[in-house]
């Protein structure tokens, strides 16, 4: 069996697939990118596959429960995003995203020509603040600052993105069609992670 190729294998998305490959017995081949290249990068790399012809799937997770745990906003007693607080967020698992893309290679014929935006939840940063807070016993509160302050332009562009158009990812499909994932709900997550 040929092995599964896998960009951005040492990241946590990457991690995360390689992880869940290796679990399921399948080869794997890591292959790890520029750590500058990010939001655009990704685009960039979708369009020169399909127009390689070769065929592929492509999976688009959405912004990462994960990313709560980077930093010490936490420890401060915030939940810091370039995202207003009332603004929902489709959010991912990385322990789902790896299940989901071991779900795709277990049925690649399936999956063949297809993007599939993956997400479990669409938290608002005030209901993850909420929700945190229940679980640390102290107030953590939602806060934002201005997409403008972001030094980097690709992370500028991301949260630009992601304030103004967000991801829309099909959360009752993902649910019927791929139950084995688990797909956590953001509560689920948090009372795991922190």
Wanted: proline residues 6%; negative net charge; hydrophobic residues 40%.
């Amino acid at each position: 069996m040929n092995p599964s190729v896998v960009l951005g294998a040492t990241g946590g998305q990457g991690g995360a697939v390689v992880d869940a490959l290796l679990a399921a017995g399948l080869p794997v081949r890591a292959v790890v990118r520029d750590p500058g290249s990010h939001f655009e990068s990704k685009r960039r790399v979708e369009e020169q596959l399909i127009a390689s012809g070769l065929a592929h799937t492509i999976v688009g997770p959405t912004y990462f429960f994960d990313n709560l745990l980077g930093g010490d906003d936490l420890e401060r007693g915030e939940i810091e995003l370039a995202v207003r607080p009332e603004r929902p967020l489709q959010q991912l698992a990385r322990r789902d995203l790896g299940r989901f893309v071991a779900a795709v290679f277990a049925d690649p014929a399936r999956h063949t020509g297809l993007r599939i935006d993956v997400a479990c939840d669409d938290p608002t940063p005030q209901e993850m603040a909420t929700t945190v807070s229940g679980i640390v016993g102290r107030t953590v509160a939602a806060r934002n600052y201005p997409v403008a302050t972001i030094r980097a332009p690709d992370m500028r562009a991301k949260f630009v993105y992601l304030e103004q158009t967000g991801y829309h990812g099909d959360l009752e499909a993902l649910r019927r069609d791929y139950p084995s994932v688990g797909w956590q709900s953001f509560d689920q997550w948090a009372k795991e992670a922190l």
